[in-house]
């Protein structure tokens, strides 16, 4: 596959931006978006079309799990990995049609890319 194209989605900026450095500065990774809302990564998502989708679980209007839901049902959907403050064994992302969870404090270039990798072989094994 090419360049892996995320949305980052996090209604906060300095977690938009922290997100966005963190798929910058891992190879094979780029930025087609960031958005604020929701409602916003649904419209993004159909139109910038990206690989993956990472979404903030609490966001004005329809939180990350509904927006999840939603974009999980677009033709071609995105991987959507869920990110919070949460610890992870505070947090079920099951139901949510998000490929996992991470907590915010532990997201990182090698992170994103385990998540990324796990979510590819799943889907694989899967079709």
């Given at each position: 596959?090419?360049?892996?194209?995320?949305?980052?989605?996090?209604?906060?900026?300095?977690?938009?931006?922290?997100?966005?450095?963190?798929?910058?500065?891992?190879?094979?990774?780029?930025?087609?978006?960031?958005?604020?809302?929701?409602?916003?990564?649904?419209?993004?998502?159909?139109?910038?079309?990206?690989?993956?989708?990472?979404?903030?679980?609490?966001?004005?209007?329809?939180?990350?799990?509904?927006?999840?839901?939603?974009?999980?049902?677009?033709?071609?959907?995105?991987?959507?990995?869920?990110?919070?403050?949460?610890?992870?064994?505070?947090?079920?992302?099951?139901?949510?049609?998000?490929?996992?969870?991470?907590?915010?404090?532990?997201?990182?270039?090698?992170?994103?890319?385990d998540e990324w990798d796990a979510?590819?072989?799943?889907?694989?094994?899967?079709?």
């Amino acid at each position: 596959m090419g360049v892996v194209r995320v949305l980052v989605v996090d209604d906060q900026e300095p977690f938009r931006n922290a997100m966005s450095a963190v798929v910058e500065a891992t190879d094979g990774f780029e930025v087609v978006g960031a958005v604020a809302s929701g409602e916003e990564s649904v419209t993004a998502s159909e139109e910038l079309r990206p690989d993956l989708v990472l979404m903030d679980v609490n966001l004005p209007g329809i939180d990350g799990i509904e927006a999840t839901r939603t974009i999980r049902q677009q033709p071609d959907a995105p991987v959507v990995v869920l990110l919070s403050t949460y610890d992870e064994c505070e947090f079920d992302h099951q139901g949510s049609g998000a490929a996992a969870y991470v907590p915010k404090g532990v997201f990182g270039p090698d992170r994103l890319v385990d998540e990324w990798d796990a979510a590819t072989a799943s889907e694989q094994s899967e079709s």
